[in-house]
């Protein structure tokens, strides 16, 4: 078998239109521009291509970016003045402070700051609670894309087997929640699961969010499986230079699996277009209106 590749990029940029038509309502009908700030402390270098690769699509589907610099220094007092500014100002309905942050600051109290209105990273407190107990949350982007994914592909995902490995706060967790949500039996797996390989091999859908380069090889896959990579891993290549690699060894469980999203181009183009969505499903939130539908879990 060779499984159908899952093209996040494409999916990813139909998302965006959605977003876009959206946010073109806003503004045409009820005068509002959706408004996301984003909050890079220091100078880390895969941090400032996020950030500026996320300014750049939240201005292409019309809504209003802000970004604010910070030195690696900042006192968390400072940090944490920022914070309040933007949650009580109205033209900003999404928060985001990029992680990791430096050591002194406390990135728990510093997202648990921000109103949860507008955490639409999803990690503050309150919406982690929301989203487990099934209420409406926002919801993290790594996630809810893979789960949009997962939706269109398979339409209802009832009754199937799950295997999440990866157990972090940012994506396993939430994950096994969202797919918990639409009625999948999820076991997360991790660093300490016994016979991975044979937990592996019992799933209907397996998602990778480990943060090991090729580290899924195909016969852990149970024909026919759905496989989600999440993993982003640069490695050398033979002959000179890197290139990047997802979790899952992509060669061997594509011959395997009915379904895989590669690396680059599958779940990645999906967090920044998540982002996006939670970010308009803020927006209209704060304004009593009717949220879009298809971009929220
Ligand atoms: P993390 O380091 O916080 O968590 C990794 C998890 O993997 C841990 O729970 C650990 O128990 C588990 N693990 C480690 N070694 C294992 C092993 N040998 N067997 C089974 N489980 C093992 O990582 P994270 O933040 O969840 O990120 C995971 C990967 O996803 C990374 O490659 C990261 O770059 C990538 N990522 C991608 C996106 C995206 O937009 N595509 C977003 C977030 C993270």
Not at 6 to 18: C, E, L, M, S, W
Not at 81 to 104: A, E, F, K, W
């Amino acid at each position: 078998m060779t499984a159908t590749v899952i093209d996040g990029k494409a999916f990813a940029a139909n998302v965006r239109a959605h977003v876009a038509t959206h946010v073109d309502t806003l503004r045409d009908e009820h005068g509002i521009t959706p408004g996301l700030a984003v909050v890079l402390v220091g100078e880390d270098p895969a941090s400032q291509v996020y950030v500026r690769s996320k300014g750049k699509m939240t201005v292409e589907v019309g809504m209003a970016s802000f970004e604010h610099k910070l030195d690696a220094d900042v006192s968390e007092a400072d940090l944490l003045s920022l914070i309040d500014r933007l949650n009580n100002d109205p033209t900003v309905h999404g928060i985001l402070v990029q992680l990791p942050l430096p050591g002194h600051l406390d990135s728990d109290l510093v997202i648990n700051a921000i109103n949860p209105a507008k955490d639409v990273d999803g990690f503050h407190i309150s919406n982690v609670g929301l989203l487990a107990t099934g209420q409406k949350s926002m919801v993290p982007c790594t996630p809810l894309g893979c789960l949009m994914m997962l939706r269109d592909y398979h339409g209802s995902l009832s009754g199937m087997d799950a295997v999440i490995i990866g157990r972090s706060n940012i994506v396993g967790k939430p994950m096994a929640q969202l797919l918990l949500g639409d009625s999948c039996t999820v076991t997360i797996a991790h660093s300490r699961t016994k016979d991975l390989p044979g937990v592996v091999r019992r799933a209907d859908i397996v998602v990778a969010a480990v943060g090991r380069p090729q580290m899924v090889p195909g016969d852990w896959i149970k024909p026919g499986a759905t496989v989600i990579d999440v993993g982003i891993n640069r490695i050398d290549k033979p002959g000179g230079g890197t290139r990047l690699v997802g979790d899952v060894d992509y060669d061997s469980c594509a011959q395997v699996a009915g379904a895989i999203t590669p690396v680059p181009g599958g779940v990645g183009p999906m967090t920044i277009a998540c982002l996006l969505a939670n970010t308009v499903t803020a927006c209209c939130r704060a304004h009593g209106l009717p949220e879009p539908e298809g971009l929220t879990a």
